[in-house]
Structure formats: C-alpha cells, structure tokens
C-alpha cells in the first residue's frame, strides 16, 4: 500500500501538473476507460477526487499503471518518478496465497506469529464480522507493528488505512480535522460554543460519518501511540463515537483499531469489540518465517542452519528492535546471490 506522503506527493503532484480536472478525468479515462464517471458520481474539489481515483486505483490493483502514464506524460516532473520508484520499492513478492498468512511484508519487513490477531483482522475485513479491534500488551510484545500487518491486509478486502499518532494529543476538532483530510473531504467543523466536549465530539463524528458515508470509500482508522498522558476532553469520545458508528450505521464503510486504548466503550459495543493481547514470539517463531520464505524464493537453506544461527544470536539478551533487524537481515543475506 502506498504510504501516505507519497499518496499525498502523487496528488499534489498531479493537481499542478494538471490544472484542469477536465484534463485529469481524460487522462484517467485513458488509463482505464470510464473510472472518472464511476468514482466521481458527484460534483467535488479536483484533489478530493483525484484522491478518490488514487484510492480506487491502488485496491483494483491498477495503480501502477497510472502512475506510470503519468511519468510517461510529464517526463520532467521527477515527482511521478519518485511515487513509481516507492510502489516498485514496497512490492514484496508474497511467501503464501493468503495475505492473512504472510510472514514478510511490504519493504522486506518480516512479521513474527501473531496468529491471534491474523484470525481477528480476518474477522474484522468480513462483512459479517465485528467492526472494532483493540490491540494492547507487554512492553517488547510488537504491538506498534500490528500496523504493518494491517495495512498489508486491509488493501485485500477493500479497505484504505488511515493512522494516526496520539502522542500529539489532538484536541477532538484537530482530530476531526485530521481525519477529514485523508479523506479528502476537508469542510467546516461545529465549534464547541456552551455545550459539553462529549456532546461536540458526537457532533464532529456525525460530520466525519456524513463524509464517509458519501465517498463509500472503505476505511479503517487505526489510532496508535497513546500516551500515559491524558488526551484532550472530548478526543477520546470522538474515537468511542467513531467505533459506534462503525459498528452500526457505518458498517459497510468503516472499522476502527485503536492500540493501548484504555477508555471505557459502551456496553453495547464492547461485547462485540474484538481484543488482541500481544505476546512475545520465539526462536521458534523466528525460525519458521524464515523457512517459509525460504521454500516460497526456494533457497537452499536447511532448518537446522537456520535454528544454530539464531540461537548463537539469542546467546545473550536482545531486545524486539535487535531481534527484527537481526530477523530481517538473516533474510537479506539468504537472499544474496
């Protein structure tokens, strides 16, 4: 899935390249005839919909080809380069058929076990499943690397992944705000005048939900990095009003993961709410991803050289971060001519 700032570099880009939303909505249609009418049913700001077309491009798995139009057309705007470079950079070849089961991720990130939460996205992406996911553990069990996770799998079933980082502690309107302009729907947010920030947060959520439900864009929010500091009066309700309406109204268009979310949910929704408790991987763990790849890029490698290699690893305390970088670069040297 392309990151963010080269989402956001691409349709920047692509605005000024291209001045004229008439000349845009050609040049799409000659990529794929017929997408600008299919994904822009109503009237909207040029950006927002060529965001759209960039979204709807990526999960039909034509992305590629547009951008590469695009480096063909403006040969001097090194921007449309850049992008293609990245999507080139990102596409890992994948280890099994189901992206739910993949060990090695986008950018040759390897991701260790997490059987558990690979059943609940699973859940999470079905129609029929639950519409919110919890994710929380130990110190050193990877829970900030569920993201990966998500957003290697959630572009399968349809779903764009929007993060965002509350170490900033964001006010519920600068959140609101926020969320807004990923979907390229940026538009005037309630003020909180006289009345209680629980009662704002539901208003700047309706405003939120309103937008997601006229793009019928799939999304999932994933809000990550909460801090022992307290957010904001009213921040957290947005996120609880966000999961309600995922749950209910929404269900078609959105899902909400939150990591180390400590509020209290509504009764209602926290019976349904899926929950993840990240736990450590082993040696084991670590032996059976690179066996996996290993007989996917058929290396020849035996199981018993891969398991002495990281045991002397393990021969003193390492930490998660030395263990991934470890993990990866095992992988790298394997795949070394």
């Known amino acids: 899935m392309l990151s963010q700032p080269f989402r956001e570099l691409l349709v920047d880009t692509t605005v000024h390249a291209i001045p004229s939303w008439q000349d845009c909505r050609t040049h799409v249609d000659g990529v794929r005839n017929g997408t600008w009418a299919r994904v822009v049913?109503?009237?909207?700001?040029?950006?927002?919909?060529?965001?759209?077309?960039?979204?709807?491009?990526?999960?039909?798995?034509?992305?590629?080809?547009?951008?590469?139009?695009?480096?063909?057309?403006?040969?001097?705007?090194?921007?449309?380069?850049?992008?293609?470079?990245?999507?080139?950079?990102?596409?890992?070849?994948?280890?099994?058929?189901?992206?739910?089961?993949?060990?090695?991720?986008?950018?040759?990130?390897?991701?260790?076990?997490?059987?558990?939460?690979?059943?609940?996205?699973?859940?999470?992406?079905?129609p029929a499943g639950s519409s919110v996911l919890l994710i929380d553990g130990k110190e050193q069990t990877g829970k900030t690397f569920s993201y990966y996770l998500i957003n290697h799998v959630a572009p399968t079933r349809g779903y764009i992944v929007n993060k965002f980082k509350m170490t900033a502690l964001p006010k519920p309107d600068e959140l609101a705000a926020d969320i807004l302009w990923r979907l390229g729907a940026e538009r005037p947010l309630p003020s909180q005048g006289q009345e209680s920030a629980e009662r704002w947060a539901e208003k700047l959520a309706d405003t939120v939900a309103r937008a997601i439900e006229e793009r019928k864009s799939p999304r999932l929010l994933l809000f990550d990095e909460f801090s022992d500091t307290p957010l904001p009066d009213g921040t957290e309700s947005l996120i609880i009003r966000l999961a309600t309406y995922a749950d209910e109204e929404l269900r078609p268009y959105l899902r909400v993961v939150a990591m180390r979310f400590r509020a209290a949910l509504p009764v209602d929704l926290d019976d349904v709410t899926l929950r993840d408790d990240a736990q450590p991987f082993t040696t084991t763990d670590m032996v059976s991803v690179v066996m996996q790849v290993a007989s996917a890029r058929k290396w020849d490698v035996t199981e018993q050289v891969v398991k002495d290699r990281i045991d002397e690893f393990h021969a003193i305390p390492r930490t998660l971060k030395e263990r991934f970088k470890f993990l990866r670069g095992m992988l790298q040297e394997l795949a070394a001519p």
Not at 80 to 105: G, K, Q, S
């Open 41 to 126: 049913p109503i009237e909207r700001p040029y950006r927002a919909s060529f965001l759209a077309i960039v979204n709807y491009a990526e999960i039909n798995s034509w992305l590629r080809d547009l951008v590469q139009s695009l480096v063909d057309a403006f040969a001097p705007r090194l921007e449309f380069a850049r992008v293609l470079a990245e999507i080139d950079r990102a596409a890992t070849p994948r280890t099994v058929a189901n992206p739910f089961d993949e060990v090695l991720l986008e950018a040759d990130r390897p991701f260790v076990n997490r059987r558990a939460l690979r059943n609940q996205l699973l859940d999470l992406m079905s």
